[in-house]
């Protein structure tokens, strides 16, 4: 008797599937170990989320520059952001005056996550790598992405806000086409929801796809009224975000 293939999150998008493909966004679901610290590899990165180290196949090995570190991505994530403009850092949720990091994580240490649940570690994570990059630091972008997609990682239950989230950590990290995935996978859950379109656009705008990105802007404002009245939680933790976003796209239009 044939057993059922395993359930697994996609490295790609979050969501869980089975087989061969996932069924949200297409990415192979089989995954290779990091030949630097063994952790797994997204299909089709080219560098490892967990060290930073490039992803090459067994012949470039030797190669001049393998084991590349996050930094120069980082780098690029950074021209990246600047290039989409800076809707995508407004409005981003910072923790609560009752979750201020311990004096070990404000000195620039990792933060304590042994006492957090796995969504926590994340927020705290995707926090401290959004604060860095609105002040420049790309030092701590560059040590704290990693971790904060690992976590993402390790999450039970991956939603909309979630996605969005490791999206913008993907975009830091110059990993524009698993933003993209994260993005494809939002909408395919939800069809109009306005995560997708904000990372959708911010994609096509950093490929110079004008035409795509007005599409995009368009399908967007069509949606807005509907998505408002849905009332969904994390529209709250980034209208503002989303009010630029859509100032901005009736003004293209």
Known sequence: MTSKPSARHCLACGAVGSGKFCSACGAP????????????????????????????????????????????LVVAGAAVVALIGVFLLRGQPTASAGDTPAPAAQAGGPPDLSQMTPREAFDRLYNRVMA?????????????????????????????????????????????????????????????????????????????N????????????????????????EYQDHQRMLDQFRKDAAAQQ
């Open 132 to 208: 860095a990059a609105e002040q420049g630091d790309t030092t701590t972008v560059a040590q704290f992405s990693p971790m904060a997609l690992q976590a993402y990682r390790n999450l039970e239950v991956i939603d909309a806000d979630a996605r969005y989230h490791a999206a913008m950590l993907r975009l830091h990290t110059g990993d524009v086409m698993g933003a993209q995935a994260l993005a494809d996978s939002i909408l395919a859950e939800h069809p109009t929801h306005l995560f997708g379109f904000v990372l959708s656009a911010a994609v096509a705008k950093f490929q110079g």
């Open 29 to 72: 679901l089989g995954t290779r170990a990091c030949a630097q610290c063994g952790g797994e590899v997204r299909p089709g990165a080219r560098f490892c989320a967990n060290c930073g180290a490039a992803v090459t196949t067994e012949a470039a090995s030797t190669k001049p520059g393998a084991g590349l570190p996050v930094a120069p």
């Open 210 to 233: 004008p035409v795509g990105e007005r599409e995009i802007q368009t399908r967007f404002l069509a949606a807005w009224d509907a998505e408002m009245k849905a009332a969904r939680p």
